[in-house]
């Protein structure tokens, strides 16, 4: 059990997040939120590359700082930017990485052999990665993320660069692996986390907005989620008295999904309300997070 | 252990080695080849060189004064070889020269360029003419000069040069217990003092050329965030460095074993186990009446430790800098440092009288106090420090 307690994180005057509490039992946790909204901060938290400025962070009961490389032993980190050596083949990157991780020879290649197999990349295990594409870095940054087979897996954007087959494929993998421990991938892309997260997380200004599944946060826009066809010249003055949530051209008309709390009106279809919806609803006042960044 | 080895290799990646290997090649073919291929360099060196081979043959390794009387009279009788041939030499005979005395005397004078063809005195001039046998005498008579002069000559000399009262005794010890009777060869000496000052910054040079990518490198493609989430963690700052000193450490040693096999051509270790000071060598003079191997064991370890610091320094830039441009343009001005103040200090003139006898540890022992501790204090920083890159 993995506990974030009332956890700040300040850069200078700069507060990136707020009194979080969190708590990861095994399962898959999404970590949804717009950029800069602290995602990768709160990440950095738990893989012990930052401290918390306040509160603490323990698993099973134990702060994880003062644990330092048993605590470690147990983690995968797939950083948001992750490094690797260009002229490094996959094969000798991940031997280095085991080394790192503290795994021995013997260990350390049937493991390396197993994972490449299942990142689809064993053709290619001996070939220079510098050129290699996004995704199939991303697949050796999963890869080396997996090595220790890892208690808690913390995956910062790790499907982009990915194509929709090896997003599927992750999707899966992820699923299986979450059987027996902690998953926590955070992105901004709703289907990503979708149809594998047991729980989502939202984050809103610096503070914990939700946790909960799927099914309960959409239930929380549940009746205030509806279809309807608009002329196209009607559009503009139906967005500015509505929240669309999403459009499509459909024969002359436009079919838009948007958010409404009041009464319904006639010609509008109530809908089963999505993630999606969610999500763009709770940051419906756009660039705000952004705005708020600092200069650097 | 396997992480040090694994780092020992991101060290020596082919583009290092390659990039290794060339400068030292360069630096060899610019600056070192010169003194390997030139040894002994030019006339009267070689001449020198080889009638003090010959010396400490026949005497061991001091001259008594009995054993000077058998050098005098070996000098007499070429001398006297010299004379005969001149004496029977009608281009001589032009100049009005009957034997070696009237020559010498006169050998300075310029209107004999003539005769001094007919000499031949030409660097590759073989041994029986006339040229090599005066080569062979002005040798022996600086010689004889230097050694006849002995204690009071030399103290004159250091009199003259304002030297401290303790520089004086120690002199002075070494006239009187015999020690300065050593058939030491400035020949050879001089040899190593320059193969040092330049093999030094050669080594200077190439552990530094390794150690700058150490961290930068790491930073420059986005590794740290992983390095410190494995289990290593914020310890591979402690593993890398472990590595650095390793890397330099056989970097040192490859070339120490090369200029060892370079160094060691024309019998030169017949003089490796003579006292360094002596009649015939005026420098280095250390405090301590060190045999010139001992010198040779003392200054290696020098630039061991210098290297080595360095290395340190290097691997601390190399943690705090934000590009290469900054880390080398560092690194350039503290080889200037090293080549026009640090060199002499810190290796070629390692306890010789130029310095205070407490000067050179006390240099040494503030070098490693200031760099351990700001090495400590950045590791300190490093274990507490958030990773933002
Ligand atoms: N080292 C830092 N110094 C100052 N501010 C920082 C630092 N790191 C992050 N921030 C700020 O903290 C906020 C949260 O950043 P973070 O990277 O955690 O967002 P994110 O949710 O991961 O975004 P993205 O989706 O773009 O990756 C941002 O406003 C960012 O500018
Ligand atoms: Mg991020």
């Known amino acids: 059990m993995l506990n974030v307690h009332q956890v700040s994180k300040n850069f200078g005057s700069f507060q990136a997040l707020r009194s979080i509490d969190l708590e990861f039992a095994n399962g898959v946790y999404g970590l949804l939120a717009p950029n800069g909204a602290g995602k990768t901060t709160l990440i950095k938290m738990l893989a012990t590359l930052l401290f918390p400025s306040e509160g603490e962070i323990t698993y099973n009961g134990e702060n994880i700082t003062a644990m330092d490389a048993r605590y470690r032993n147990l983690l995968g980190y797939l950083p948001q930017q992750f490094g690797y050596y260009k002229n490094d083949s996959p094969q000798k990157y991940l031997t280095y990485i085991a080394a790192l991780k503290g795994m021995s020879q013997a260990e350390a290649s049937p493991r390396i052999a197993e994972l490449l197999k299942l990142v689809a990349l064993e053709d290619v295990a001996g070939k220079k990665m510098k050129k290699f594409s996004g995704g199939m870095i991303q697949r050796v940054g999963i890869a080396q993320a997996m090595l220790n087979d890892p208690k808690i897996l913390i995956l910062d954007e790790p499907t982009a660069g990915l194509d929709p087959k090896e997003r599927v494929r992750f999707r899966n993998l992820l699923t299986s692996l979450a059987r027996d421990r902690i998953v926590i991938l955070s992105t901004h892309i709703v289907s990503d986390v979708e149809p594998i997260a047991g729980e989502v997380i939202m984050i809103k200004d610096q503070r914990i907005l939700y946790k909960d599944t799927v099914d309960h946060l959409c239930r929380r826009i549940e009746g205030r989620v509806f279809e309807t066809y608009v002329e196209h010249d009607e559009a503009e003055t139906f967005r500015s008295r509505y929240l669309s949530l999403s459009e499509k051209q459909e024969s002359s008309r436009l079919k838009i999904r948007f958010l409404h709390e009041g009464e319904a009106m006639p010609g509008w279809t109530p809908v089963m309300p999505n993630l999606e919806d969610l999500f763009i609803y709770t940051y419906r006042d756009g660039q705000e997070q952004e705005d708020k960044e600092p200069a650097k | ?389």
Not at chain 2, 12 to 25: V, W, Y
Not at chain 2, 353 to 373: A, C, E
Not at chain 2, 375 to 380: E, G, H, P, Q, T
């Open chain 2, 1 to 389: 252990m396997r992480v040090i080895l694994h780092e020992i290799r991101h060290i020596f990646r082919p583009g290092t080695l390659i990039l290794l290997l060339a400068f030292n090649l360069l630096f060899y073919w610019m600056y070192l080849g010169f003194y390997f291929q030139h040894f002994p360099n030019g006339r009267p060196s070689m001449d020198t060189y080889d009638i003090q081979l010959k010396m400490v043959e026949r005497f061991g390794s001091r001259m008594d004064a009995e054993e000077f009387q058998v050098f005098k009279a070996e000098y007499e009788q070429r001398k006297l070889v010299a004379d005969e041939r001149i004496a029977g030499d009608p281009e001589f005979a032009k100049y009005g020269f009957h034997n070696y005395e009237q020559y010498q005397t006169r050998a300075g004078e310029n209107p004999f360029s003539e005769l001094d063809e007919h000499i031949d005195f030409s660097l590759s001039s073989d041994p029986n003419t006339l040229g090599s046998l005066f080569w062979e005498l002005q040798s022996r008579e600086w010689m004889i000069e230097a050694y006849e002069g002995g204690g009071e000559a030399e103290l004159i000399q250091w009199r003259a040069l304002e030297s401290s009262p303790a520089v004086l005794e120690t002199v002075q010890r070494r006239i009187d217990d015999g020690s300065m009777t050593s058939i030491q060869s400035d020949t050879a000496v001089r040899y190593y003092l320059d193969v040092l000052q330049y093999s030094s910054l050669l080594a200077l040079v190439s552990v530094l050329l390794i150690t700058v990518p150490l961290f930068l490198r790491d930073r420059h493609n986005g590794l740290i965030q992983l390095q410190y989430a494995s289990a290593t963690g914020r310890r591979l700052f402690g593993k890398k460095i472990a590595a650095a000193l390793c890397s330099a450490f056989l970097v040192l040693s490859v070339q120490l074993a090369v200029l060892a096999v370079l160094f060691s051509q024309k019998n030169i270790d017949v003089f490796y186990h003579i006292k360094l000071h002596s009649y015939l060598n005026f420098w280095p003079v250390s405090w301590f009446d060190l045999t010139f191997i001992q010198y040779i064991m003392l200054t290696i370890a020098a630039v061991y430790i210098v290297c080595l610091l360095a290395v340190l320094v290097t691997a601390l830039l190399s943690s705090v800098v934000p590009n290469y441009m900054a880390i080398i343009g560092s690194l350039a001005m503290l080889v200037v440092v090293f080549v026009y103040w640090g060199r002499q200090p810190l290796i070629t003139d390692l306890t010789t009288i130029n310095y205070d006898r407490l000067t050179q540890p006390l240099l040494y022992g503030g070098l490693m106090l200031v760099i351990s501790g700001t090495l400590i204090f950045r590791w300190r920083r490093e274990k507490a420090s958030d990773i933002v890159g």
